[in-house]
């Protein structure tokens, strides 16, 4: 077996300074400060980055020249968090001077494919155009594939993506994302595709506690608290939510919080006669919450 | 005869690695790069083809390249060449042009006269 | 009876007009707290007043006479609405570093003036001070035209854009080369140097100020050779070429005669002198405007006026006054070459020409600030005693949008004329490349300019002929304003 040669260089080698110089730091800070939990998912961001540190390090002593591989692939439900960490990788790829720019494009099937003959192959052509030098990022990515519909042209933009993340690995990195069952039946049909992903990263949706979490931050960013009912109430909110279908993670968290911004100001406003000090326009009541239809048909249920 | 139209005429032709330093360039200014290639380099040619549209919101110079590497291998016989395209207020043209492509043969033009009153000569240039 | 009872302005007026010899601040002319209004146009004079005369009784002297002042009171005055014509000196501040010497701010109402005439302009406010006793020496130092006068002028004919456009030549300065000897050539041996030069590789060439037609070469001869000259070097290249043919004469109807002939031959551009005079500057371009064709002005005569700060008119009001009038080339200086024009005075006049508006910059002595009212940019002309050594820093210090003109730098060429063209094109091509791709012009130039000579003979001979040459004086009109470094 072949010896790895190695340039003749000083005896120690400082992984730290790289690390220091790269930004990458930044981004992982970054990161820890504006997704709540999402345990597994950091440690595997920073499983990469160490990945991609260290052959960074490999290529200045001289070993393993042929890039590595870097297209990705995020799968979980909806919002938990899967473009703001393709956005963070898009900073570590950059500090490490993988991707010449460092910009995300994020797209979805719309953007890729035409409506008739002819008319993908530019739209593509022009997608990949605009995020050379940086990421792009594909949501719900296995929208592309549609079989049962012979007059479909996501094929084709399936093709030149293949092309591209094969040839032009230099120029252009591919993040994948959607529901982790319909990605496997996507990379199924389509094992080309399958075959240039590296990375697999599984965003599990957030625990009833990390929701919490989540709802206190953005009720602190919007200047607003909760009474201490309003705090069981919401805790109570949040279960109930999980279990009922169509749940979207943080963005729902959003939503409800929204609504109950809209019933507050509702019933301020029926009261609006009696006195008012600054604490009451801060405040969520437990009635703002518990009117949502969650606790209504959770008691239907019930019946 | 070398054609000298374009900003880099002078120089050896420059390689895709300056091409694409150029084009980075140019992307830092935010201006839109577009390819146009022709077989009529006359200098009073203002319409060149047009190969695809101008690239506006690019980030990069690698898509560019890989227009001019296709207009290239479509049209091996023509000039090609890269323009890029200032839209701020006050210029609103072309900031920079350059050729990218050359045919094996370069067009070879003569002059032609047609005497009027006074020695006064009217000039046209043609393909020779 | 009458006398107690008649009201205070009434009164006043009757003091104000009563014959006699009143100083000039006194007559309304200084006005402290005036405010300037948008209409109006404003003047800035550098003023040395004569030993014993007060500063703000010498501004207000300069603008009473001119605008509606006499050294003694008339009665007529009482006729007109004096306050609104009178111009308002209304700041007076001491020149930093130069004692003896006043900035004086004066205002104009814009109903002084006729729309889109610069004899009139330059007839009011420069008309009738400059030989005023009480004033030892003084300056029109910069103006400030409001936009509602801007708008009366039409401006360049062409503008660098349009320019640029109708050459096809984009990214880089334009070349150029007067013909040498300034005087003597026959026709025939004049329109060998245009094609020389221009087959060689330059953009334009150029006659002299004083070529007009001369026992030894008559106008008519020199258009006709010089347009053969640059349609050849337009069929040996596939570019667009052209020689401004001076069409400066001692009648209109003579530059008339000579610019169709240009237009008739084709040329792209003309040319004329500031000697001509600003009516006739406006006039002629006018008939550039209507007629599609580039107008060069070389400023012939400027210097007798623009150089010495205290007396004269300063070169960015000139500036100021022909992108007014409408030309589309103007010479402006090189900084680095052998005619007067200080790094931070000649970047005022190029901002005042190229600029869509102009910010106040004391450091570059832009006192005011200038909108332009899209009246189109005027191309800067950088013409003498400058060779391809010094491309770099001509670069640095003049930008892109400029013509070069490197005269003795083409036509002494030890290699010949067309040599010394492609010396400097490849100079200035490979100079451009290089910034373009982040290298340090000031610092590597030199080593950018070897570089590109080691592919071509002409360029070295050119720097190694001339790599020597500076042209380094004490510049006489520099700013007043010049940030000084922080004590560390």
């Given at each position: 077996?072949a ?7 000083p ?9 220091r110089d790269?930004?990458v730091?930044?981004?992982?800070e970054?990161?820890e400060?504006d ?7 950091k440690?595997r961001?920073?499983e ?9 390090l490999?290529r ?7 890039a ?14 899967k ?10 790829l950059?500090?490490?001077g993988?991707?010449?720019?460092g ?8 953007d ?8 993908t192959a530019p739209?593509?052509?022009d ?8 990421v792009?990022f594909i949501?719900e990515?296995?929208y592309l594939?549609?079989?049962e ?21 230099d120029?252009l990195?591919?993040i994948l994302a959607?529901?982790k069952?319909?990605?496997d039946r996507?990379f ?15 965003f599990?949706?957030y625990t009833?506690?990390?929701l ?11 200047q ?11 805790a109570?909110?949040i ?6 279908p ?11 919080l929204?609504r109950a ?7 301020l406003?029926?009261?609006r006669?009696a006195?008012?000090c600054a604490?009451d ?15 209504a048909?959770?008691e239907?249920?019930?019946? | 005869?070398?054609?000298?139209q ?5 120089l050896?032709?420059l390689?895709?690695?300056?091409i694409?330093?150029?084009?980075d ?5 935010h ?5 146009e290639f022709?077989?009529?380099p006359?200098p009073?040619?203002?319409?060149w083809e047009?190969?695809?549209q ?5 980030r990069d110079?690698?898509?560019v390249?890989e227009?001019i ?12 060449k ?8 006050g ?18 033009f ?7 009153a006074?020695?006064v ?7 020779a | ?5 008649r009201p205070?302005a ?19 002319y200084w006005?402290?707290?005036y ?8 003047a800035l004079?550098?003023?040395?007043p ?10 207000a ?5 001119s605008?509606?002042a006499?050294?003694t ?6 006729l ?7 111009a308002?000196?209304y ?12 900035f ?15 004899a009139?302009l330059?007839a009011?406010?420069i008309?009738?001070v400059?030989?005023f006793?009480p ?5 029109l130092e910069?103006m400030?035209l409001?936009v509602?006068y801007?708008k ?6 062409t503008g660098i854009?349009v320019e ?6 984009f990214?880089?300065p ?9 005087l003597?050539l026959s026709g025939k ?10 087959q060689?590789?330059?953009?334009f060439?150029?006659d002299?100020?004083n070529i007009?037609?001369?026992?030894f070469?008559?106008w ?8 053969e ?6 069929a040996?290249?596939?570019e667009?070429?052209?020689?401004y043919?001076?069409?400066?004469a001692a009648t209109?109807?003579d530059m008339?005669?000579r ?8 040329s792209?551009i ?11 500057i406006q006039?002629?371009?006018k008939?550039a405007?209507?007629n ?5 002005l070389h400023?012939?005569g400027h210097?007798?006026?623009?150089r010495?700060k205290?007396?004269?008119?300063s070169f960015?009001?000139?500036s100021?006054w022909?992108?007014?009038a ?6 402006a200086?090189?900084v680095?070459?052998?005619l ?5 005075s000649v970047q005022?006049f ?21 909108p332009w009212?899209?009246?189109r940019?005027?191309?800067p002309?950088?013409s003498g005693?400058?060779h ?12 892109e949008d ?9 036509i002494g060429h030890?290699?010949?004329?067309a040599a010394g063209a492609t ?8 100079t451009i490349?290089a ?5 340090d012009l ?7 300019l070897e ?8 360029l070295?001979a050119a720097?190694?002929?001339w790599?020597?040459?500076?042209f ?10 010049v ?6």
């Amino acid at each position: 077996m072949a010896e790895a040669q190695t340039r003749d260089f000083p005896g120690t080698l400082d992984l730290d300074a790289l690390y220091r110089d790269s930004n990458v730091a930044q981004a992982l800070e970054a990161l820890e400060r504006d997704l709540v939990g999402l345990a597994p998912v950091k440690r595997r961001v920073r499983e990469i980055a160490a990945l991609l540190l260290v052959e960074k390090l490999r290529r200045t002593v001289g070993l393993e020249a042929a890039a590595p591989p870097l297209h990705m692939c995020f799968t979980g439900n909806p919002g938990t968090g899967k473009t703001t960490v393709a956005l963070r990788m898009a900073e570590i790829l950059h500090g490490l001077g993988y991707v010449r720019k460092g910009h995300l494009v994020a797209v979805t099937r719309d953007d890729l494919v035409g409506q008739y003959i002819g008319h993908t192959a530019p739209k593509t052509k022009d997608v990949l155009k605009r995020a050379m030098g940086g990421v792009l990022f594909i949501d719900e990515a296995y929208y592309l594939h549609r079989p049962e519909n012979e007059r479909d042209y996501g094929q084709e933009a399936i093709e030149i993506l293949l092309q591209v993340m094969e040839n032009q690995r230099d120029d252009l990195v591919v993040i994948l994302a959607g529901y982790k069952d319909r990605m496997d039946r996507f990379f199924e049909s389509n094992p080309g595709l399958s075959s240039r992903i590296a990375h697999h990263v599984d965003f599990p949706d957030y625990t009833p506690e990390e929701l919490y979490a989540i709802a206190q931050r953005m009720l602190a960013a919007m200047q607003y608290q909760l009474s201490d009912a309003a705090r069981a109430a919401l805790a109570e909110y949040i279960e109930r939510r999980r279990a009922q279908p169509h749940f979207a993670n943080a963005r729902s968290v959003r939503n409800a919080l929204d609504r109950a911004r809209l019933r507050q100001a509702s019933r301020l406003f029926e009261r609006r006669d009696a006195p008012l000090c600054a604490r009451d326009l801060m405040t969520i009541e437990a009635e703002d919450l518990r009117a949502s239809r969650v606790f209504a048909a959770h008691e239907e249920g019930t019946r | 005869m070398r054609l000298t139209q374009g900003t880099f005429s002078f120089l050896p032709d420059l390689s895709d690695h300056e091409i694409r330093a150029q084009v980075d360039y140019a992307l830092g200014q935010h201006w839109a790069c577009s390819v146009e290639f022709t077989d009529d380099p006359h200098p009073r040619n203002s319409y060149w083809e047009m190969w695809g549209q101008p690239m506006f919101d690019l980030r990069d110079a690698a898509g560019v390249l890989e227009e001019i590497k296709a207009c290239r291998a479509a049209h091996p016989q023509c000039y090609v060449k890269l323009n890029a395209f200032d839209a701020t207020r006050g210029f609103e043209t072309m900031r920079l042009s350059f050729i990218v492509q050359r045919p094996a043969a370069e067009t070879r033009f003569t002059l032609e006269r047609e005497e009027g009153a006074g020695r006064v000569q009217r000039y046209a240039m043609r393909r020779a | 009876m009458g006398t107690m009872e008649r009201p205070q302005a009434q009164r006043a007026a009757q003091e104000r007009y009563r014959a006699g010899v009143l100083k000039y601040a006194e007559m309304g002319y200084w006005v402290p707290d005036y405010e300037p209004l948008e209409t109006d146009v404003l003047a800035l004079f550098r003023i040395t007043p004569q030993e014993g005369v007060d500063p703000e009784e010498a501004a207000a002297a300069v603008a009473g006479e001119s605008s509606t002042a006499t050294w003694t009171v008339v009665w007529t005055d009482r006729l007109t609405a004096c306050e609104a014509y009178r111009a308002k000196a209304y700041k007076v501040e001491p020149v930093p570093g130069a004692p003896g010497q006043y900035f004086a701010y004066i205002a104009y109402d814009l109903e002084l003036f006729e729309p889109g005439s610069l004899a009139n302009l330059s007839a009011s406010i420069i008309g009738n001070v400059f030989g005023f006793k009480p004033v030892r020496a003084l300056r029109l130092e910069d103006m400030r035209l409001p936009v509602a006068y801007v708008k009366t002028y039409d401006g360049p004919p062409t503008g660098i854009v349009v320019e640029r456009e109708r050459l096809d030549k984009f990214g880089r300065p334009l070349l150029g080369a007067t013909v040498k000897p300034k005087l003597g050539l026959s026709g025939k041996n004049y329109g060998r140097v245009v094609y020389e030069a221009l087959q060689g590789g330059l953009d334009f060439t150029k006659d002299d100020e004083n070529i007009n037609s001369q026992p030894f070469m008559h106008w008519r001869d020199r258009f006709l050779y010089c347009m053969e000259a640059v349609n050849r070097a337009q069929a040996a290249s596939g570019e667009i070429k052209g020689h401004y043919l001076n069409v400066t004469a001692a009648t209109m109807e003579d530059m008339y005669e000579r610019a169709e002939l240009a237009k008739e031959l084709g040329s792209a551009i003309i040319m004329i002198d500031l000697v001509i005079g600003y009516t006739a500057i406006q006039s002629m371009s006018k008939w550039a405007r209507r007629n599609d064709m580039i107008l060069h002005l070389h400023r012939a005569g400027h210097s007798t006026y623009t150089r010495q700060k205290t007396h004269g008119i300063s070169f960015r009001v000139i500036s100021k006054w022909m992108r007014l009038a409408g030309v589309d080339h103007i010479h402006a200086g090189t900084v680095v070459g052998k005619l007067e024009g200080d790094p931070n005075s000649v970047q005022g006049f190029y901002n005042v020409l190229r600029e869509p508006h102009n910010p106040v910059d004391l450091q570059r002595g832009l006192f005011f600030e200038q909108p332009w009212a899209g009246l189109r940019k005027v191309m800067p002309v950088a013409s003498g005693g400058i060779h391809a050594g010094q491309m770099h820093q001509l670069l640095t210090y003049l930008g892109e949008d400029v013509v070069l003109q490197f005269g003795g730098g083409t036509i002494g060429h030890p290699m010949g004329i067309a040599a010394g063209a492609t010396a400097n094109r490849v100079a200035l091509e490979a100079t451009i490349k290089a910034r373009n791709e982040g290298r340090d012009l000031w610092n590597e130039g030199p080593s950018i300019l070897e570089a590109a000579a080691r592919g071509c003979k002409p360029l070295q001979a050119a720097l190694d002929t001339w790599k020597d040459v500076t042209f380094d004086y004490a510049s006489t009109d520099t700013p007043d304003f010049v940030p000084t470094p922080s004590p560390v």
